[in-house]
């Protein structure tokens, strides 16, 4: 970021499969090794955890289930969930969130359960 600000517009960012479904992500790792700005579409997700990277998940639509570690959340617009690194989490159901993972997510840092 030259400039000291970065500017992203969905339209501009393709969609790409991830363990949770398909992520468009307008802020990753490439821009900012402190923060992801993801928008995850979530049906029927991998159980998986992160070694250091801390999750925000703003749910912006749909329903769903948020499995974390063995308790069971339920999921409406406007839900707001953090997940600290070392739960186990998935999602089931139909559902659109703003996913911010802090630090940046990476790749390494994900662990399948």
């Known amino acids: 970021m030259a400039k000291g600000y970065l500017v992203r517009k969905l339209s501009e960012?393709?969609?790409v499969p991830c363990l949770c479904g398909t992520s468009t992500r307008p802020i990753t790792r490439e821009h900012t090794?402190?923060?992801n700005f993801h928008i995850v579409n979530i049906q029927d997700s991998k159980k998986h955890y992160h070694r250091e990277?801390?999750?925000l998940y703003?749910?912006?639509g749909g329903s769903g289930v948020l499995e974390l570690d063995d308790d069971e959340v339920e999921l409406e617009p406007g839900t707001v969930i953090l997940i600290e690194p070392g739960t186990a989490h998935r999602g089931r159901g139909d559902f659109r969130a703003v996913v911010v993972g802090v630090p940046a997510w990476n790749p390494e840092d994900e662990v399948v359960v």
């Open 13 to 15: 960012v393709e969609a």
């Open 33 to 35: 090794p402190v923060l």
């Open 53 to 55: 990277c801390t999750e």
């Open 58 to 60: 703003f749910i912006l």
